[in-house]
């Protein structure tokens, strides 16, 4: 089976450096590390009480990670995020001409045809190859 969602209403921060994965695993009630490069996870950025504050997607690229969180909440999330960091060797930024159109979950599914049959253009596009992820 083939599988797509909509990812239109998501923005893409990339959290890079050499702690970035030991950072975020402190930061995220999901096991980041465990994430494969070329994967993602979904996880949850908790308060002290345990209430969930934000449900990142996190995908993990060979050098850095993309967590992609609801557009609205963008510059809440890297205001956060940027609280934390201290002396740790992690820069977080917005990817302002990321335009998140879809993710994939089956790899028999051709994106750049889908693309191509829909009316979306000129998306700077950010294709997540999810795996068996069943959300």
């Known amino acids: 089976m083939q599988y797509?969602?909509?990812?239109?209403?998501?923005?893409?921060?990339e959290v890079s450096g050499t702690e970035a994965e030991t950072f975020?695993?402190?930061?995220?009630?999901?096991?980041?590390?465990g994430i494969a490069p070329g994967s993602a996870l979904?996880?949850?950025?908790c308060n002290p009480k345990g209430r969930i504050l934000f449900?990142?997607?996190?995908?993990?690229?060979a050098e850095h990670f993309v967590c992609l969180v609801d557009t609205e909440l963008t510059a809440a999330f890297c205001q956060r995020l940027q609280m934390f960091i201290?002396?740790?060797d992690v820069s977080v930024r917005t990817i302002e001409d990321a335009r998140?159109?879809?993710?994939?979950?089956?790899?028999?599914v051709d994106l750049h045809k889908w693309l191509a049959e829909s009316s979306i253009s000129?998306?700077?596009l950010l294709n997540?190859?999810?795996g068996d992820m069943a959300t």
């Open 86 to 88: 201290l002396r740790a």
């Open 55 to 61: 449900a990142p997607l996190v995908y993990r690229q």
């Open 24 to 33: 975020l695993a402190n930061q995220f009630a999901a096991d980041v590390v």
């Open 100 to 108: 998140c159109v879809g993710a994939r979950f089956s790899p028999d």
């Open 42 to 45: 979904r996880s949850a950025w």
């Open 122 to 124: 000129d998306a700077t």
């Open 4 to 13: 797509w969602t909509s990812l239109e209403n998501l923005s893409a921060i």
């Open 128 to 130: 997540l190859s999810l």
